[in-house]
């Protein structure tokens, strides 16, 4: 089991990796070579994209990992249909787009033609995610990591090349276009060839039945993709594309560290759902471990990013830019809640509780809204990053509170609360006791002090375990014997 999260979160990682730092390469180079304006620009069509993309996969990305890590038969079927659906959906939203924009011209020219001609990448992300899906499913995730690579290179080299030889935005344009559609196409390709295609055959009912299941995760995508690119949208309402800038150098670091949480989440979901099926006390073993490593991994990092904004930002962008400093050091605790939000998410996806999740980002996303547009006005890219830390925690206090009361009293405050002191306990030595020092020092410093206080307190706890009676041991060893199992509740 092991082995198989490991490998399944490695390769995702690499894919995701290739991916993000190909856009966010590109990113630099554009700051570098046309300023922070154009920078907003691409981060605004970026984001429109990404945005879309999250209505376009109506869930069913999800539902097809649950469903053939637990059955591979299903395969070909589910695939097939999915791949129709997508084909027809994705470049209808990107037409939407285009001639909304076009007609309505809310930018400027070039800003208005940027994300018309890069909505395209709707098509091509869609049906890569799709393919994507298939392989994670089969816990066979290496192929897409390669292509992911190989196109995440094409793309660099490309916009290189373009950017040096005097090209603007429009190119770069046709560039994410061009490398989106060529890597869906070898996606799909790979992921299609395990399948049994001569018994492929369309099913109107299974159709309206997964559209139906996929439903609830359409609002949740779009609160997701919501919660990450709404604030540049509305800081150009307010601010000029230097604005939306500022927030997108930031973003980029804070979505490049958000890559860790999807390696995370792609290896364990698949192999949790087979776990919910065949093996429910390992199922509830494997959910607490994830919470202690989570927790105890990316708390720290919320420190660090506040403590190294500075030097991060200029070392990246190669100029002082004190809003995007700002907004890094406001965005930093959205970091924590990627890792701390992933155990309960993928739990309440395996217990069909979509609807309910899309209850919990509503209230996060308008939340998050309210925020920004309380404060844009006066604090620009810097409040988005502070809505967002906001809203991002409201979400992971409502989903703990549900799943500690509806589904599974593992009570997950045992497994933060020790990272949490270690954390500031940290924070004291990092920014109280040494704030002269060099930012490295006191970055290396802090781990040092984080990591000695978070093992003496696992050492304190497991000592003041051993002598408690029976009766007091935690809840979830004995609910993890009795935690039911899919055929019990089938017959529920």
């Not at 939000?341 to 509780?353: A, D, H, K, V, Y």
């Amino acid at each position: 089991m092991r082995r198989s999260i490991l490998s399944n979160a490695f390769f995702s990682l690499v894919s995701d990796v290739a991916s993000r730092l190909a856009t966010a390469l590109v990113l630099i180079a554009i700051v570098r070579r046309l300023g922070e304006s154009a920078s907003g620009v691409y981060t605004l069509g970026t984001n429109y994209v990404l945005l879309l993309s999250a209505l376009a996969s109506w869930g069913l990305d999800q539902l097809l990992i649950r469903d053939v890590a637990r059955d591979r038969g299903l395969a070909t079927k589910h695939f097939g249909h999915f791949l129709l659906f997508r084909l027809v959906l994705s470049p209808f939203l990107w037409l939407v787009l285009a001639t909304a924009l076009l007609w309505a011209r809310p930018y400027q020219p070039l800003t208005n033609w940027f994300i018309a001609i890069a909505g395209a990448t709707i098509v091509g992300n869609s049906l890569s995610n799709l393919g994507q899906a298939l392989l994670i499913a089969y816990e066979r995730v290496w192929p897409a990591s390669l292509i992911s690579a190989v196109g995440g290179v094409l793309l660099v080299t490309g916009g290189m090349i373009a950017l040096s030889s005097g090209a603007g935005m429009i190119s770069i344009a046709l560039m994410l276009v061009a490398t989106s559609l060529l890597q869906a196409t070898a996606v799909c390709i790979v992921a299609g060839r395990s399948l049994q295609w001569h018994h492929f055959r369309l099913d109107g009912p299974f159709v309206r039945r997964e559209l139906r299941a996929g439903l609830p995760f359409v609002p949740i995508l779009v609160f997701i993709a919501l919660e990450t690119q709404v604030g540049s949208i509305l800081l150009s309402f307010f601010h000029s594309e230097a604005a939306v800038g500022h927030y997108g150098m930031a973003n980029v670091i804070v979505t490049a560290l958000a890559m860790l949480s999807q390696a995370a989440r792609i290896g364990i979901f698949p192999v949790m759902a087979r776990l919910r099926q065949t093996d429910p006390s390992e199922f509830v073993r494997l959910y607490e471990r994830s919470w202690r490593t989570f927790a105890a991994g990316s708390l720290p990092v919320v420190i660090l990013l506040i403590l190294l904004a500075e030097p991060i930002i200029r070392l990246l962008y190669g100029r002082p830019s004190p809003e995007a400093v700002t907004t890094l050091q406001c965005l930093a605790p959205a970091v924590c809640f990627y890792f701390l939000n992933l155990p309960n998410s993928r739990l309440m996806i395996l217990e069909q509780r979509q609807g309910v999740m899309a209850r919990w980002y509503a209230v996060s996303t308008a939340l998050h809204i309210a925020l920004a547009l309380l404060l844009i006005p006066a604090y620009a890219a810097p409040a988005v990053g502070a809505a967002r830390s906001i809203s991002m925690g409201v979400l992971f206090l409502q989903s703990c509170a549900y799943v500690e009361r509806r589904i599974l009293a593992s009570r997950p405050w045992r497994f933060v609360w020790r990272p949490a002191v270690a954390c500031g306990v940290m924070a004291f030595v990092v920014f109280v006791v040494t704030p002269t020092w060099s930012p490295f020092v006191r970055a290396a410093s802090g781990l040092v002090v984080y990591g000695l206080v978070l093992a003496l307190l696992t050492a304190l706890s497991r000592k003041g375990s051993m002598h408690k009676p029976p009766g007091e041991l935690p809840a979830t060893r004995e609910i993890s014997a009795a935690y039911p199992t899919l055929e019990n509740d089938r017959e529920q």
